[in-house]
């Protein structure tokens, strides 16, 4: 199959990136010829270079998504059979929902998250949600969902049209490795203002907590972006700046190292309409480490079946505390934790078993 991918951009670390990617280089593995059209970025990610990537300029943005004013020409210009886009992104995603139209070829829309902003991108969002939206819901010929534990109310009129299928990780390029731990906690996550949802004051003040009892708890917290200062003043107010080191953005060839040098992985996230699924759950128990996160992420039920970490509610920021020190204080917990999260990844959430049924799903609407 010839099948284009309309991601808003691809070159940065956010989690519909790595879902494309790697999504994308498993189909190429497969036989399927797949071009990624999106945004340029001024850093391109030596993870991607393997993949066909057409990149188009920008003239700005409107809350996160960049308008590529150049984007339906060039996928008018495109031979495929299917266009595979993606939502919190409308830009990408309705182009293609027209050029699929125009060509007659099916649309496959993955749904992430719902769509939001603040200011005038908040008001754009929800007239967006009432209107357009429901047209590219009304087009697609399949929407994906990662995840059956939260169903978007904007989905209700278009069940039939849904597929659950979840996100995987590539099991070969996570794993675990025998290396000396650098942190107790990691943290991960763009520090901007569209990712307060991922609960990163819920861990400052979970942190607190537990240097009551283990007053020299190292945590490394991983991500750049603008709001990078204003957390470090956030911690050092909190009587943290001896605790936390942030690390900036990380490159995805050192990813693993992070992982593996830490006692235990944690994703406080905070919103079940923002967050996507928690990625980077799988890539810490595809390392072997344990994890502790609320019951919004996408896996967390199949993380308490397994004994693969301690899932907690959200903005429990006592339990987050209590969990997090459960396993630091129990080394043993910790490593059975991180074992039965690697069986999990290896029978669940491997890219291999994902990509068998989305390119299944694929062949269904041809």
Same mark, same amino acid.
């Given at each position: 199959?010839?099948?284009?991918?309309?991601? &808003?951009?691809?070159?940065?670390?956010?989690?519909?990136?790595?879902?494309?990617?790697?999504?994308?280089?498993?189909?190429?593995?497969?036989?399927?010829?797949?071009?990624?059209? /999106?945004?340029?970025?001024?850093?391109?990610?030596?993870?991607?270079?393997?993949?066909?990537?057409?990149?188009?300029?920008?003239?700005?943005?409107?809350?996160?998504?960049?308008?590529?004013?150049?984007? +339906?020409?060039?996928? @008018?210009?495109?031979?495929? =059979?299917?266009?595979?886009?993606? @939502?919190?992104?409308?830009?990408?995603?309705?182009?293609? $929902?027209?050029?699929?139209?125009?060509?007659?070829? +099916?649309?496959?829309?993955?749904?992430?998250?719902?769509?939001?902003? $603040?200011?005038?991108?908040?008001?754009?969002?929800?007239?967006?949600? $009432? #209107?357009?939206?429901?047209?590219?819901?009304?087009?697609?010929?399949?929407?994906?969902?990662?995840?059956?534990?939260?169903?978007?109310?904007?989905?209700?009129?278009?069940? =039939?049209?849904?597929?659950?299928?979840?996100?995987?990780?590539?099991? #070969?390029?996570? %794993?675990?490795?025998?290396?000396?731990?650098?942190?107790?906690?990691?943290?991960?996550?763009?520090?901007?203002?569209?990712?307060?949802?991922?609960?990163?004051?819920?861990? @400052?003040?979970?942190?607190?907590?537990?240097?009551?009892?283990?007053?020299?708890?190292?945590?490394?917290?991983?991500?750049?972006? +603008?709001?990078? +200062?204003?957390?470090?003043?956030?911690?050092?107010?909190?009587?943290?700046?001896?605790?936390?080191?942030? &690390?900036?953005?990380?490159?995805?060839?050192?990813?693993?190292?992070? %992982?593996? $040098? /830490?006692?235990?992985?944690?994703?406080?996230?905070?919103?079940?309409?923002?967050?996507?699924?928690?990625?980077?759950?799988?890539?810490?128990?595809? /390392?072997?480490?344990?994890?502790?996160?609320?019951?919004?992420?996408?896996? &967390?039920?199949?993380?308490?079946?397994?004994?693969?970490?301690?899932?907690?509610?959200?903005?429990?920021?006592? &339990?987050?505390?209590?969990?997090?020190?459960?396993?630091?204080? =129990?080394?043993?917990?910790?490593?059975?934790?991180?074992? /039965?999260?690697?069986?999990?990844?290896?029978?669940?959430?491997?890219?291999?078993?994902?990509?068998?049924?989305?390119?299944?799903?694929?062949?269904?609407?041809?």
């Amino acid at each position: 199959m010839k099948i284009i991918q309309t991601p &808003a951009r691809i070159f940065s670390s956010g989690g519909v990136e790595r879902y494309v990617g790697d999504l994308s280089r498993q189909l190429v593995k497969r036989g399927h010829q797949v071009t990624i059209i /999106c945004a340029q970025s001024r850093t391109h990610s030596a993870v991607y270079q393997d993949l066909e990537i057409l990149p188009l300029v920008s003239i700005g943005r409107i809350g996160n998504t960049p308008l590529t004013p150049s984007l +339906p020409f060039h996928l @008018l210009k495109q031979d495929f =059979d299917i266009i595979h886009t993606h @939502l919190p992104t409308p830009w990408s995603a309705d182009w293609s $929902r027209m050029v699929a139209h125009w060509k007659d070829r +099916p649309l496959v829309l993955t749904y992430h998250s719902a769509i939001t902003g $603040r200011g005038i991108a908040r008001r754009i969002a929800g007239m967006y949600t $009432r #209107t357009a939206q429901k047209t590219l819901f009304s087009r697609a010929s399949r929407i994906i969902l990662a995840r059956e534990a939260y169903f978007p109310d904007s989905l209700r009129d278009f069940r =039939d049209k849904v597929a659950y299928i979840p996100i995987g990780v590539d099991s #070969t390029r996570f %794993y675990p490795q025998e290396l000396e731990d650098s942190s107790d906690i990691f943290f991960l996550s763009v520090l901007d203002k569209f990712h307060g949802f991922k609960g990163f004051v819920s861990l @400052l003040s979970a942190i607190q907590r537990v240097k009551i009892r283990i007053p020299d708890v190292r945590v490394v917290v991983g991500g750049g972006g +603008p709001l990078l +200062p204003y957390y470090g003043r956030m911690a050092e107010s909190m009587g943290l700046s001896q605790n936390i080191h942030f &690390a900036g953005h990380i490159p995805e060839d050192r990813l693993r190292d992070y %992982y593996n $040098r /830490c006692s235990v992985f944690v994703l406080p996230s905070r919103s079940p309409e923002l967050e996507t699924f928690g990625i980077v759950l799988l890539e810490a128990m595809a /390392c072997g480490r344990p994890v502790v996160t609320t019951d919004i992420a996408g896996m &967390a039920d199949d993380i308490k079946k397994t004994d693969a970490g301690i899932v907690v509610k959200v903005d429990d920021r006592e &339990a987050l505390a209590n969990a997090i020190l459960k396993i630091l204080q =129990d080394k043993s917990l910790g490593r059975m934790m991180g074992s /039965c999260g690697r069986r999990l990844v290896e029978k669940k959430y491997r890219w291999e078993t994902v990509t068998e049924k989305i390119e299944q799903l694929y062949k269904d609407i041809l």
